[in-house]
């Protein structure tokens, strides 16, 4: 399984867009990347997955280059509630039950 | 619909004491997963189940862990002779199947303390 590294933690205000990038150097051609979100005292939620390019839903933007070596979160206008931390995972499609989560980045949104 | 739920969501015991766990996924998944996450770290995975079989059991972290899931739904992760190190938030998830590109639906967790 591939190893990822995200920073450790962030810091915004209310209102900036946020990018998070995660490095996956050794991804492999069956891998796809996801992203989970997690509150305090609560179990991560699921954000967006993609494969390559870019992928869009109502909460955040997926940017994947064409190596696919790293990926970029984009949260945008984030507010208050975006505090959290952000996991970014990267497994096979056919058989990845076992998900590897990281240390995750700690985004702290200031008002 | 209801979410994956988990009971108890505090348990607080005595080293060397046995705790029951359980987990009760969303109505038709056939994907079950135990983790478990210490204080300001990541998740680290225990088991897996593919309906009431667990193919993969590597990440349990002795042989006072086990776990079971009985009639394709609900599990309980069983930890006997409970230590400190055991302290932490062990959660659920739930999947529709195992690939990876289906989402997993986590729990609220149960905090366990050993003390």
């Known amino acids: 399984l591939a190893k990822t590294t995200q920073p450790i933690s962030m810091d915004s205000y209310e209102g900036q867009e946020v990018n998070i990038t995660c490095s996956h150097n050794n991804i492999a051609t069956n891998d796809y990347i996801t992203w989970y979100q997690q509150f305090p005292s609560q179990g991560p939620r699921f954000i967006i997955q993609g494969y390559k390019t870019k992928v869009t839903n109502e909460v955040a933007s997926l940017f994947i280059p064409a190596d696919r070596k790293s990926s970029t979160l984009s949260l945008p206008r984030v507010s208050l509630s975006d505090t959290a931390v952000y996991y970014c995972?990267?497994?096979?499609?056919?058989?990845?039950?076992?998900?590897?989560f990281g240390s995750g980045t700690r985004l702290l949104v200031r008002p | 619909g209801a979410g994956v739920s988990q009971s108890p969501s505090n348990k607080v015991t005595e080293k060397g004491k046995d705790v029951e766990l359980r987990c009760d996924p969303i109505s038709g998944h056939t994907a079950l997963y135990w983790y478990r996450q210490s204080l300001g770290q990541g998740l680290e995975f225990l088991i897996y189940?593919?309906?009431?079989?667990?193919?993969?059991k590597s990440g349990l972290p002795s042989d006072r862990f086990s776990a079971e899931r009985t009639g394709g739904s609900v599990s309980t992760l069983t930890i006997q002779r409970t230590q400190q190190e055991d302290s932490a938030v062990y959660l659920c998830a739930s999947s529709p199947d195992y690939m990876s590109t289906d989402t997993q639906y986590f729990g609220p967790g149960t905090r366990l303390t050993v003390l």
């Open positions: 995972l990267v497994g096979p499609m056919d058989s990845s039950y076992k998900l590897i």
């Open positions: 189940f593919q309906g009431n079989s667990a193919p993969d």
